[in-house]
């Protein structure tokens, strides 16, 4: 199966703006996973949850009907990170729609940095999606959460094929660390991350967050499939076989998964 990985740079506060691109780019796709960064429809550097307010969307919301139905008419799994208005609370999150219209959501785990007085930790945990027509298993993280080897063991341990990640990724270790993930748990993982930089005033000082792009997919040998440049715009794509994360043995004798002593584990 063909995924594609949207790396683009959302506009900070125009949630309308990023919606149609998106509808946009979505529109012109066809028979393929398609996914977007974290908070592709909101811009990230957000200091309040008032502030952010205007621009977080509920999960009924008609840009999520209107993505549905583009995901049926082109075949499409798409997924996209965006904030999430959920009764009193504003969640940073990641839709995942299959083309049966089906639609699934995360909330991320572990939030970064001034996301902690923006957004309510996530409380949906690691679950792992399957399409049988594709004969795929799907599961997702956001940016952050590569920290932490326990949120894409937990996916590998459900059986997931495919490790989503929308990101908005700053610092440089990132990518080292995703490939180990894929590497450790023999799973696909695509790490969908935009560009460009924002900039706010944080008690008189100022602060500018530059993202790395480097929009990235790993083969479960740790082998980079595709990726782009850490400066622009881009749309990368490569054909994946999901069936070749379900064997967790490397020789005659050893199995990544059977091979663990979780009585061993703190």
């Known amino acids: 199966m063909k995924i594609t990985l949207v790396q683009n ?41 008032k502030e952010i307010g205007n621009n977080a969307i509920s999960q009924n919301d008609d840009f999520f009907n209107k993505l549905k139905e583009i995901a049926i008419t082109n075949q499409l ?9 959920s009764e009193n609370n504003i969640f940073n999150s990641a839709a995942l729609i299959f083309p049966n219209g089906s639609f699934h959501n995360y909330r991320k785990t572990h939030l970064f940095y001034k996301e902690k007085y923006v957004f309510s930790q996530g409380d949906t945990g690691f679950n792992v999606f399957e399409y049988k027509p594709l004969d795929v298993k799907i599961g997702v993280m ?57 900039t706010r005033e944080i008690n008189g000082e100022i602060e500018t967050l530059k993202f790395k792009g480097q929009s990235v997919i790993f083969s479960p040998k740790g082998d980079t499939l595709a990726i782009a440049s850490a400066d622009e715009k881009a749309m990368i794509s490569c054909a994946i076989e999901p069936f070749e994360t379900r064997n967790k043995a490397f020789n005659s004798e050893n199995d990544i998964f059977l091979d663990r002593r979780p009585d061993m584990y703190l």
């Open 77 to 85: 799994i798409i997924c996209l990170g965006y904030a999430e208005k």
């Open 9 to 49: 740079n959302p506009i900070f506060e125009s949630k309308i703006e990023n919606t149609n691109n998106i509808l946009r780019v979505c529109s012109n796709e066809s028979n393929s996973i398609i996914v977007f960064p974290e908070l592709t429809t909101s811009g990230y550097f957000y200091l309040s949850v």
């Open 142 to 198: 956001i940016c952050y959460d590569w920290r932490f080897p326990e949120a894409a063991r937990s996916l590998a341990l459900q059986g997931v094929d495919l490790i989503l990640c929308p990101s908005n990724l700053v610092t440089d270790l990132w990518f080292d660390v995703m490939k180990a993930r894929a590497i450790e748990n023999n799973v696909f993982i695509a790490v969908a991350n935009r560009i460009g930089t924002e």
